[in-house]
């Protein structure tokens, strides 16, 4: 009986020491849980592998029609031109002329540098001859100012602008003396509208911002991130008008001038709905579009946005806005031209405009002419122009 009583003892013993053996060796195993992090530590990487091709040219010439070269030292234009030349990039339209003497000096700083790269653009002038500190001394405010517009639009031409560029500030930002914000279709520009249709040359106009920047600043939108970050892009609440009521506004404006080129930047600031656009292209035949800084929102849809470029291709232009390097190029380059997969839209590692990668649409090569430089050539006359002097048309 002893000897029984030893045996169950050591057996015991045993298996306590298997029962914290086995114990320890689970606890070893377990990893940590993760820690919470905030949102902008997130730094995901993709495992995907799939075919990539990292362009760094435009398979055929290509204009880009947003650019902002207004504020570069020469060297620094002198590098835009570098990067045009390796990205066969042939002509870029610069946004940035003033209205006035302004125009002439940047004008002659583009063309004289590089000629037959640059077309310029002379932006709306609201000023005038008053007093930029004081908005109610403001031309935009005295009768008559839209022929005055109107007139300065021709001087402009007459010194080589090849079209007319409105930001969103007409609509967000500019207000009347009592600060109430001028709608888009005040009459009072009619007559710049219908001077640009006389003088052949097109307009180019952003009139919103992506519709997320016109929701609440909430977990529900997919810009949140972005508007944390940059809390004065946003237009919800206060008294700014909804977004459907500035591009309405705009559309507005484009069918009481059907003789007028309308160029409506950022896919005309509906990229997320194309389905929509398609619609407003049915309807306004002098509207068209260019894609500057919205491959991103083009990207994510890849079926529809392919249907899209090839039922309009005679209606969309190439533009990337900024002055881009080459590291934001090639993804212009594997959107329009690849079937590449799931791959980053910008070169930062955080992205700037959603949390997405985005997909090549693979197009083919008769609507890549149209949308990289045909159609530009077709629409604005001093592109054709510069074109035509490099021999990239007849």
Same mark, same amino acid.
């Given at each position: 009986?002893?000897?029984?009583?030893?045996?169950?003892?050591?057996?015991?013993?045993?298996?306590?020491?298997?029962?914290?053996?086995?114990?320890?060796?689970?606890?070893?195993? !377990?990893?940590?849980?993760?820690?919470?992090? %905030?949102?902008?530590?997130?730094?995901?990487?993709?495992?995907?592998?799939?075919?990539?091709?990292?362009?760094?040219?435009?398979?055929?010439?290509?204009?880009?029609?947003?650019?902002?070269?207004?504020?570069?030292?020469?060297?620094?234009?002198?590098?835009?031109?570098?990067?045009?030349?390796?990205?066969?990039?042939?002509?870029?339209?610069?946004?940035?002329?003033?209205?006035?003497?302004?125009?002439?000096? @940047?004008?002659?700083?583009?063309?004289?540098?590089?000629?037959?790269?640059?077309?310029?653009?002379?932006?709306?002038?609201?000023?005038?001859?008053?007093?930029?500190?004081?908005?109610?001394? $403001?031309?935009?405010?005295?009768?008559?100012?839209?022929?005055?517009?109107?007139?300065?639009?021709?001087?402009?031409?007459?010194?080589?602008?090849?079209?007319?560029?409105?930001?969103?500030?007409?609509?967000?930002?500019?207000? /009347?003396?009592?600060?109430?914000?001028?709608?888009? /279709? !005040?009459?009072?520009?009619?007559?710049?509208?219908?001077?640009?249709?006389?003088?052949?040359?097109?307009?180019? $106009?952003?009139?919103?911002?992506?519709?997320?920047?016109?929701?609440?600043?909430?977990? =529900?939108?997919?810009?949140?991130?972005?508007?944390?970050?940059?809390?004065?892009?946003?237009? @919800?609440?206060? !008294?700014?008008?909804?977004?459907?009521?500035?591009? /309405?506004?705009?559309? =507005?404006?484009?069918?009481?001038?059907?003789?007028?080129?309308?160029?409506?930047? @950022?896919?005309?600031?509906?990229?997320?709905?194309?389905?929509?656009?398609?619609?407003?292209?049915?309807?306004?035949?002098?509207?068209?579009?260019?894609?500057?800084?919205?491959?991103?929102?083009?990207?994510?849809?890849?079926?529809?946005?392919?249907?899209?470029?090839?039922? %309009?291709?005679?209606?969309?232009?190439?533009?990337?806005?900024?002055?881009?390097?080459?590291?934001?190029?090639?993804?212009? $380059?594997?959107?329009?031209?690849?079937?590449?997969? %799931?791959?980053?839209?910008?070169?930062?590692?955080?992205?700037?405009?959603?949390? $997405?990668?985005?997909?090549?649409?693979?197009?083919?090569?008769?609507?890549?002419?149209?949308?990289?430089?045909?159609?530009?050539?077709?629409?604005?006359?001093?592109?054709?122009?510069?074109?035509?002097?490099?021999?990239?048309?007849?």
């Amino acid at each position: 009986m002893c000897r029984a009583l030893c045996q169950l003892v050591v057996f015991g013993c045993s298996l306590v020491m298997l029962a914290g053996f086995a114990t320890t060796a689970v606890a070893d195993d !377990d990893p940590e849980p993760p820690r919470r992090i %905030y949102l902008d530590e997130f730094r995901p990487q993709s495992e995907l592998k799939t075919p990539e091709h990292l362009l760094r040219k435009a398979k055929f010439p290509c204009v880009n029609v947003h650019t902002h070269p207004g504020r570069l030292s020469d060297e620094e234009i002198d590098e835009m031109v570098r990067v045009m030349d390796e990205a066969n990039i042939a002509v870029s339209v610069s946004l940035d002329g003033r209205a006035g003497p302004r125009f002439a000096n @940047h004008y002659q700083k583009l063309r004289q540098r590089h000629p037959n790269r640059f077309v310029v653009f002379v932006r709306m002038d609201y000023i005038g001859n008053g007093d930029a500190d004081d908005s109610s001394t $403001w031309d935009v405010h005295q009768p008559g100012f839209g022929r005055r517009m109107a007139d300065r639009l021709s001087d402009a031409v007459k010194q080589g602008a090849g079209g007319l560029k409105l930001l969103k500030d007409l609509g967000l930002y500019l207000r /009347d003396p009592e600060g109430n914000l001028i709608r888009p /279709d !005040d009459p009072r520009f009619d007559p710049v509208w219908q001077r640009a249709g006389e003088l052949g040359i097109p307009v180019l $106009w952003h009139v919103a911002d992506p519709v997320a920047f016109f929701r609440p600043t909430n977990e =529900r939108n997919e810009r949140w991130e972005e508007l944390y970050r940059h809390p004065e892009w946003s237009f @919800h609440g206060k !008294d700014f008008p909804s977004h459907q009521e500035l591009i /309405d506004a705009r559309n =507005r404006v484009i069918a009481r001038h059907p003789q007028t080129t309308f160029i409506c930047a @950022h896919m005309a600031d509906v990229p997320e709905d194309l389905a929509k656009l398609g619609s407003y292209l049915d309807r306004y035949p002098n509207m068209n579009v260019e894609i500057a800084a919205r491959v991103a929102e083009l990207g994510r849809q890849p079926y529809t946005a392919r249907k899209f470029f090839l039922k %309009y291709a005679d209606r969309i232009l190439f533009g990337t806005d900024g002055v881009p390097p080459m590291s934001e190029l090639i993804p212009h $380059w594997r959107f329009l031209e690849t079937w590449d997969e %799931y791959f980053p839209y910008e070169d930062n590692p955080f992205p700037p405009q959603g949390f $997405w990668n985005i997909y090549g649409i693979g197009l083919p090569d008769d609507v890549l002419r149209k949308v990289y430089h045909e159609n530009a050539a077709r629409l604005i006359p001093a592109v054709r122009e510069a074109l035509q002097q490099q021999g990239v048309i007849d």
